[in-house]
């Protein structure tokens, strides 16, 4: 059969690709990174359509991304899961729909669409892109873990499995938005969804995983970090399996066996592993961070030789091609340098980073903190380094597929041969070019 041809997205098929950041512990800078990271992406895509998730109770990405000069964005929040109005008559958040997908739940009515749950950011936050859209966070997703517990570990009848049907929700959300000839902004078009997690193993938290086609993982520069990687690897893939009989009993039924078993397509891909909040000193990681850095990329390598010696239905990472491990971490590893006072002013004023590119937003946050919390020079560096993270996350080391003039503002460059100096792609397209050699 032909492709369909659709004019209106290019001649493109509709499609949903999906990001997303979740590492087993918290305070690695999960939210702050995709707050950042997901409205660059927008910014320098403007023809796709971006849509935040906010899988954690805490909200917290939910509340940054509506906060505006007018007002704080968990006010804005509260009305979105207080307000039941038509057409959803449920909360317009990731509850409310996920109310609408386990049992006993409240199905949608005929003049309901998916959409309708969704917000427009630039309506509530001038400061975010166009093209970006919110489900919003709800603190009930922890009330609902125990009935989506009850569904994930009923049994298949041989037809309906509902481990698979309620893993897939929310990429049947997506799916359907842009199928639907109802949805006017979203029907046959390219949309990037990028998914906020909750460091904890949780039901939602597994609903989310299996949301997330390419994952990023976060880290910080020490041993907890480490153990969360290790500990990542047998949760959710069941690498490095601990086969002492006394764990064996518990981990025969545990979520990385069922979902290998019953849903292996559903599972994410590690993408890349993101160094964050790391230190700089004199533009050089310092001596003991660089050591922890190189810890866990040797463990990452470890688990990627592990997953294909295992080989079978469960791909662990996104396929780069054949990386060895003398240019592995240029293909799969980034690093973020700490945002300090940048981080802290953009959560409370909800400014992503690529608005801190501009003289006069600075000079606007910098009034609302009464002090100079926001540096050209600081901001700079930390525009490359997110322009970074963004071409490994997208697999474009050279950020060709970019909106080209909006990567020159950003980087405060006039040609590209100066944005290769600023970003030193070339080493990392390179990398990328011998892995898929």
């Known amino acids: 059969m032909p492709a369909q041809v659709h004019p209106e997205n290019g001649g493109l098929e509709p499609t949903v690709e999906s990001y997303g ?27 796709k359509k971006v849509i935040l998730v906010d899988m954690c109770p805490q909200s917290n990405l939910t509340h940054t991304v509506l906060t505006s000069a007018q007002r704080k964005g968990w006010d804005v929040a509260e009305e979105f899961r207080n307000n039941e109005s038509a057409p959803l008559f449920l909360p317009r958040t990731v509850a409310g729909f996920v109310h609408t ?41 922890e009330s609902m873990n125990t009935k989506l517990a009850a569904a994930l570990s009923a049994e298949s009848d041989g037809i309906h499995d509902p481990f698979r049907t ?6 049947n959300f997506f799916d359907g938005m842009v199928h639907d000839s109802r949805e006017t902004l979203f029907f046959n078009q390219h949309v990037v969804v990028f998914f906020d997690t909750n460091p904890a193993l949780t039901e939602y938290t597994k609903l989310a995983l299996c949301s997330i086609d390419r994952l990023l993982v976060p880290v910080n520069a020490d041993d907890f970090s480490l153990q969360a990687l290790r500990y990542m690897f047998r949760s ?69 030789e592990e997953a294909r010696a295992r080989g079978g239905p469960v791909p662990v990472f996104a ?11 240029l293909v799969y590893t980034a690093s973020m340098r700490d945002m300090l006072s940048a981080g802290v002013a953009g959560a409370a004023t909800g400014t992503p980073m690529h608005r801190m590119t501009v003289a006069w937003v600075r000079t ?21 380094d997110l322009l970074k993270v963004l071409a490994i996350t997208t697999d474009d080391p050279r950020l060709e597929r970019v909106q080209q003039d909006h990567l020159l503002r950003l ?3 006039s040609d590209r041969n100066e944005v290769a100096d600023l970003l030193r792609w070339n080493d990392v397209a390179a990398a990328y070019a011998q892995a898929q050699g």
């Not at 981990?251 to 069922?258: V, Y």
């Open 21 to 47: 950041l979740w590492t087993n512990k918290g305070g690695v800078g999960k939210t702050t990174l995709a707050f950042h990271l997901s409205s660059a992406y927008a910014h320098l895509y403007p023809d």
């Open 101 to 141: 997908q386990i049992p006993g739940g409240r199905q949608l009515g005929p003049s309901a669409k998916y959409s309708d749950f969704l917000v427009h950011l630039s309506e509530y936050n001038r400061d975010m892109p166009e093209n970006m859209w919110l489900l919003c966070g709800d603190n009930r997703l």
């Open 166 to 171: 309620t893993l897939s929700m929310l990429r």
């Open 236 to 304: 959710v893939w069941g690498l490095f399996p601990d086969n002492r009989p006394f764990t064996q009993s518990y981990e025969r039924g545990n979520f990385a066996t069922r979902a290998s078993q019953r849903a292996p397509t559903l599972l994410p891909k590690i993408q890349a592993l993101v160094h964050n909040r790391n230190a700089i000193y004199n533009l050089r990681s310092a001596a003991a961070f660089r050591h922890l850095h190189d810890e866990q990329a040797e463990s990452l390598f470890q688990g990627y």
């Open 319 to 329: 396929d780069k091609g054949n990386p060895t491990m003398d240019n592995f971490d």
């Open 364 to 384: 606007a946050v910098n009034k609302h903190f009464a002090s100079t919390v926001l540096r050209p020079e600081n901001i700079s560096n930390l525009m490359a």
């Open 411 to 413: 980087t405060g460059k």
